[in-house]
């Protein structure tokens, strides 16, 4: 009686369940689900300073105009600047 030794010339064969590639899936679809996630954060924080900034318009005031303004101020420059700074990057915090 004879016992046949296989031999191989190349990688082990994979175990049986499920295939190598499952981890590479996993971890681009985690990488993709966070990548989504930055995004719509950032579309909301830019959304919110436009918002702002259109409210509270960069305009120069006209020093004759009130008595509470100079020649060099901008109108609403601390409204906007308040209003920007109450943007959040995250949407749930």
């Known amino acids: 009686m004879t016992t046949a030794t296989a031999t191989t010339d190349g990688p082990a064969p994979l ?3 499920r ?13 993709a689900a ?6 719509a954060t950032e579309n909301h924080y830019g959304q919110c300073v436009a918002a702002q900034v259109a ?12 008595d509470d303004t100079g020649p060099l101020k901008v109108a609403y420059d601390k ?15």
Not at 34 to 39: A, C, E, I, K
């Open 55 to 66: 409210k509270y318009p960069a305009v120069p005031v006209s020093a004759f105009q009130t």
């Open 34 to 39: 966070l990548s989504l996630f930055w995004m």
């Open 15 to 17: 175990p049986a369940g």
């Open 19 to 31: 295939p190598a590639s499952s981890p590479a899936i996993g971890a681009a679809a985690i990488i």
């Open 79 to 93: 409204e906007r600047q308040a209003a920007v700074g109450d943007c959040k990057r995250f949407i749930f915090i």
